[in-house]
């Protein structure tokens, strides 16, 4: 182990008291430009990057207003981030819902995005108690993105093997999975 100073924190450390999660506002356009459309922050999301505030503001819109669960990952109140749990209504998949997240690049490798898994996976069972599991579905090449999931107390269930078909082609991804009656612990 290292000698290190701790007198001063690292460039780089967050006090993450100043962290919180909330619903997105409308609000939010400027700092959700801020990151979303960056082409790092989009690799591994949905959407394609470098959109335009007009299609910022209609994916802004739809979060707020569509979407059951989703917050937006503060730091001192500017949004930074987002989260997102997504349940399954058919038959009997009640019982279990996905996670999501994704966080702005100029904080990545802060602890941000483990603190923000953290505190969704401890509130998501205690405000859906029909809820069992808490699934993650991670891209094999979002290594810092597994290890997030790991940190928290999810378990890597296997790969699953040309999983999405995701911008032009097939991808193999990473189960993972936390269950309601698991201690969630952050290192």
């Keep these: 182990m290292a000698d290190t100073d701790n007198s001063s924190p690292p460039e780089t450390a967050v006090d993450f008291r100043r962290i919180s999660l909330r619903p997105f506002d409308v609000a939010d356009i400027d700092d959700y430009m801020a990151w979303a459309p960056s082409e790092g922050v989009s690799r591994f ?5 470098n959109f335009s505030r007009e299609e910022g503001m209609k994916r802004l819109k739809s979060m ?8 937006s990952i503060c730091l001192d109140g500017k949004s930074i981030g987002e989260i997102s749990v997504k349940g ?21 490798g802060r602890g941000i995005a483990t603190l923000a898994v953290g505190l ?9 108690p029909h809820l069992e ?9 979002n290594v810092a993105s597994q290890r997030v999931l790991e ?3 999810f378990v890597r269930e296997g790969v699953l093997r040309k999983f999405y078909y995701f911008k032009g082609k097939s991808r193999d991804m990473v189960m993972y999975s936390l269950l309601s009656d698991h201690h969630v612990s952050q290192d």
């Design 45 to 49: 999301c949905s959407w394609e990057p």
């Design 120 to 128: 969704v996976a401890e509130a998501i069972f205690w405000e859906w």
């Design 88 to 108: 399954f209504s058919g038959g009997g998949d009640r019982h279990r819902a996905e996670m999501g997240y994704v966080i702005g690049s100029d904080y990545w």
């Design 64 to 71: 707020i207003f569509y979407h059951p669960w989703i917050r």
């Design 133 to 141: 599991r808490l699934e993650a579905v991670v891209d094999v090449e």
């Design 151 to 153: 940190k928290v107390g």
